[in-house]
């Protein structure tokens, strides 16, 4: 089974003043097709992102619910409702949020004022790790343990269960490798499951794994949708100590009776918080409900919603819980709104970046079609762009990220569906063309710049209203 990814409708967006203060306001949807019609990115803002479907598998549509905003009146604010997911067992009602406009803006972020100073209680030596472990580890450039590393190892190395709060770019990936990596090397027949959202992110995870791993004789076998399933069938024929994937395609495998959980000894829900919110719950569920019992389960998550309190409720022993997010993203990333009149608003893009210190830059649009169709645009204007949407091939994505992260160019057009998978140092900007969905897929985006102890700065499109 191959994960796809589709579309949701396009709404338009608008900006008007209310005795000083500007609120969002929006206009009624239009369908995907008329979207493609008018030509993707004209003025206003669209609103969707990709998401994944199971398709012929009895899972149930995953495409994501419709979010209706209107105007509140005076409060600067715009107010979202959107109805919970349809798919197997839904009809738990609707949910409002109320979104403060104000927050799109942060000229003052507090982590370039004063940045936060870790001392760690431990170094990579005095883990108790394997000896050739620990030289690996310091070999690859690690000598000083990241919070959520220093805090969570010793937890995992004792066999207990944990949950790790953390934002992305806080070293997470190597905090739970490292010690899955030292537990294996003891015992070779361990064999650990790790879930992600994305292609991307599983992908990150294997070349960490392959890395850190030099020399021991231990195997991987990344499972994710998009690509040819064949050898990743033949992959998981042979001895694996770790088997990287995302949930759909995982779920496929287990179904065709080629991968086995009944031996899985650890299973690891990396941003399981984006997981959840891309309609993979009920396949994590039905994934971890053939593993055994006395597995040990690490939990990964940047928030902390309902869903996921009652994932770790069924399936979590006794967990110790470890966060380690230092600051708001919302208070550390400089911010701001980047004004446009409706019949201009990929001139003011161009314009916007003819500013060089917009050095290494994301944007951010709604739908598949639109995006690489701003990439096409930028590039005929001489600015050096890239796209990764969900209509491009795994291939295509990897050469396309790649190609961004060598510096070859300048600028990434990306839909939501790769805000997550998406972990390049040094991104100077992050420019939300399009309005995200949800104000949490806004934080998820800016989250691409001012990672660690880097400085950057998310700039919003908002349209000007007569």
């Known amino acids: ?136 580890v310091t070999s690859a450039g690690l000598t000083i343990p990241s919070p959520i590393q220093d805090q969570i190892i010793p937890h995992i190395l004792e066999g207990r269960d944990v949950i790790g709060l953390a934002n992305t770019g806080t070293g997470k990936t190597a ?27 599983a992908i990150q995870i294997e070349a960490e794994f392959r890395k850190l791993s030099t020399g021991f004789k231990l195997y991987a076998t990344v499972c994710v949708g998009g690509t040819n399933i064949r050898p990743q069938i033949q992959g998981l024929k042979r001895k694996n100590h770790f088997v990287i994937g995302t949930p759909g395609r995982v779920l496929d495998l287990i179904e065709r009776g080629v991968l086995d959980t009944s031996k899985i000894t650890t299973v690891v829900l990396d941003e399981a918080d984006r997981m959840l919110d891309m309609g993979f719950i009920h396949d994590i569920r ?63 893009l161009i314009e916007l970046l003819t500013d060089q210190s917009l050095k290494r830059v994301i944007i951010f649009g709604a739908m598949k079609h639109s995006v690489e169709k701003l990439a096409q645009q930028l590039i005929a204007h001489k600015i050096s762009s890239e796209s990764i949407h969900g209509n491009k091939s795994h291939q295509q994505r990897q050469r396309s990220l790649k190609r961004f992260k060598d510096s070859q160019v300048r600028v990434l057009v990306a839909t939501d569906v790769a805000a997550r998978g998406i972990h390049v140092d040094n991104v100077s900007h992050v420019i939300n063309y399009d309005l995200p969905a949800t104000y949490e897929d806004y934080i998820h985006r800016i989250g691409r710049t001012g990672r660690g102890k880097e400085s950057g700065k998310a700039l919003t499109f908002v349209e000007e209203h007569a």
Not at 92 to 107: A, E, H, L, P, W
Not at 314 to 329: A, C, E, Q
């Open 286 to 348: 039905k994934i971890l409900s053939g593993v055994p019992p006395e597995k040990e389960t690490l939990f990964f998550s940047a928030t902390m919603s309902d869903d996921i309190k009652l994932l770790i409720n069924d399936f979590l022993r006794n967990p110790v819980t470890i966060s380690v997010k230092k600051s708001d993203t919302m208070s550390s990333i400089e911010q701001d709104v980047v004004m446009f009149h409706h019949s201009r608003k990929f001139e003011t």
């Open 175 to 201: 905090a739970f490798l490292i010690p899955l990596i030292d537990k294996t090397m003891r015992e070779y027949n361990r064999q650990t499951l790790i879930l992600t959202p994305t292609r991307e992110l």
């Open 1 to 136: 089974m191959n994960q796809s990814e589709h579309r949701s409708s396009r709404t338009g967006s608008s900006v008007r003043q209310n005795n000083g203060r500007k609120s969002f306001t929006r206009s009624s949807d239009r369908s995907p097709s008329t979207s493609s019609r008018s030509g993707g990115f004209r003025g206003g803002s669209s609103f969707g992102t990709d998401r994944p479907r199971h398709i012929n598998s009895g899972r149930g549509d995953a495409s994501r619910p419709q979010h209706n905003f209107r105007n509140t009146g005076n409060r600067g604010s715009f107010q979202s409702s959107r109805p919970q997911s349809g798919r197997s067992g839904g009809g738990r009602g609707r949910f409002q949020k109320t979104f403060d406009v104000s927050k799109f803006i942060n000229k003052n972020p507090v982590q370039n004022a004063e940045p936060e100073v870790y001392t760690p209680t431990h170094k990579f030596t005095e883990f108790g790790l394997d000896k050739k472990l620990a030289f690996t």
